[in-house]
């Protein structure tokens, strides 16, 4: 291949990357900010996953950059031995076609913003902070004893916590698969009384909550009673989680 060729080549590929990289910068820094990664989405990807492509950009572009200054070589240490005296008259053409490629760059730019700010999904994991419980006010006694908890633990995390034990326990009935009882364990309204059903879950109220007459066994007048009895540490940080409030965003 011919060197000029090849040089057009390489630096194409090196504006292409180059651009990747400020595209990725940008929705890395405002589409998708620092601690959204759990919460939006962008075009399929959060912005954990952004950030490894603009990763891959970064690197493929060190790479072009470093054929780029190969294939250079020689320009680059005859223009140092002789130092360079560029005295290049402007060309009307020139400028005309200067402010054409700078107006194309901006408007790209714009767009790309525009359609990446336009572009962003919340994740359909609703039980991270959309539910905030309603009833956070109505402190009785029994709050400060679950503060120290049933299982001895002094905070109870939703994600850390509580929702491992529906995972493994209730997902594969009421989750994506099965939605038996029309009722999943993934997403927060289900807990809080969705689709005109009465609530699972009282906040501060663990001895009243149906959930746990379900997962303690006291209730036996259902289908699978016994599949939904868990075990006693399980149904104590289940309770100790609903009297410090029930919150579903740790
Ligand atoms: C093996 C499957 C299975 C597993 C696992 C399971 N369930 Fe169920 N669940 C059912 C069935 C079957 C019903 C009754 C469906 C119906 O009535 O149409 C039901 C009903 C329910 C209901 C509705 C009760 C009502 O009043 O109608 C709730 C709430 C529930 N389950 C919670 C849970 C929880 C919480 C877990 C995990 C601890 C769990 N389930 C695990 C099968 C399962």
Same mark, same amino acid.
């Given at each position: 291949m011919n060197r000029t060729i090849a040089n057009i080549i390489i630096d194409i590929i090196a504006a292409f990357l180059f651009l990747g990289m400020i595209a990725t910068g940008y929705i890395?820094?405002?589409?998708l900010p620092p601690g959204s990664n759990k919460t939006l989405s962008l075009w399929g990807y959060t912005r954990h996953q952004w950030g490894d492509v603009h990763f891959w950009i970064s690197l493929g572009l060190l790479v072009v950059l470093v054929v780029h200054l190969v294939l250079h070589w020689n320009w680059i240490v005859t223009v140092i031995g002789k130092r360079c005296h560029l005295l290049k008259t402007a060309h009307p053409s020139l400028v005309r076609s200067?402010?054409? !490629?700078?107006?194309?760059?901006?408007l790209s730019i714009a767009l790309f913003a525009w359609t990446a700010q336009n572009s962003v999904k919340e994740i359909a994991r609703?039980?991270?902070?959309? +539910?905030?419980?309603? +009833? !956070?006010?109505?402190?009785?006694?029994?709050?400060?004893a679950a503060k120290q908890g049933s299982t001895g633990q002094q905070s109870v995390g939703f994600w850390k916590d509580v929702y491992p034990i529906f995972e493994s326990n209730c997902?594969?009935? +009421?989750?994506?698969?099965?939605?038996?009882?029309?009722?999943?364990?993934?997403?927060?309204?289900?807990?809080?009384?969705?689709?005109?059903r009465d609530p699972l879950i009282l906040p501060k109220q663990s001895s009243i909550s149906p959930l746990i007459a379900i997962v303690s066994g006291t209730r036996k007048d259902m289908p699978m009673a016994d599949i939904h009895k868990l075990s006693d540490r399980d149904?104590?940080?289940?309770?100790?989680?609903?009297?410090?409030?029930?919150? !579903?965003d740790d």
């Amino acid at each position: 291949m011919n060197r000029t060729i090849a040089n057009i080549i390489i630096d194409i590929i090196a504006a292409f990357l180059f651009l990747g990289m400020i595209a990725t910068g940008y929705i890395l820094r405002f589409p998708l900010p620092p601690g959204s990664n759990k919460t939006l989405s962008l075009w399929g990807y959060t912005r954990h996953q952004w950030g490894d492509v603009h990763f891959w950009i970064s690197l493929g572009l060190l790479v072009v950059l470093v054929v780029h200054l190969v294939l250079h070589w020689n320009w680059i240490v005859t223009v140092i031995g002789k130092r360079c005296h560029l005295l290049k008259t402007a060309h009307p053409s020139l400028v005309r076609s200067g402010i054409l !490629t700078g107006g194309i760059v901006v408007l790209s730019i714009a767009l790309f913003a525009w359609t990446a700010q336009n572009s962003v999904k919340e994740i359909a994991r609703p039980m991270r902070g959309k +539910h905030r419980v309603a +009833h !956070t006010d109505q402190v009785d006694g029994s709050s400060v004893a679950a503060k120290q908890g049933s299982t001895g633990q002094q905070s109870v995390g939703f994600w850390k916590d509580v929702y491992p034990i529906f995972e493994s326990n209730c997902l594969s009935c +009421h989750g994506p698969q099965k939605q038996l009882a029309n009722f999943r364990v993934d997403r927060s309204e289900d807990f809080f009384g969705s689709n005109g059903r009465d609530p699972l879950i009282l906040p501060k109220q663990s001895s009243i909550s149906p959930l746990i007459a379900i997962v303690s066994g006291t209730r036996k007048d259902m289908p699978m009673a016994d599949i939904h009895k868990l075990s006693d540490r399980d149904v104590a940080l289940l309770k100790a989680w609903i009297d410090l409030g029930a919150e !579903t965003d740790d």
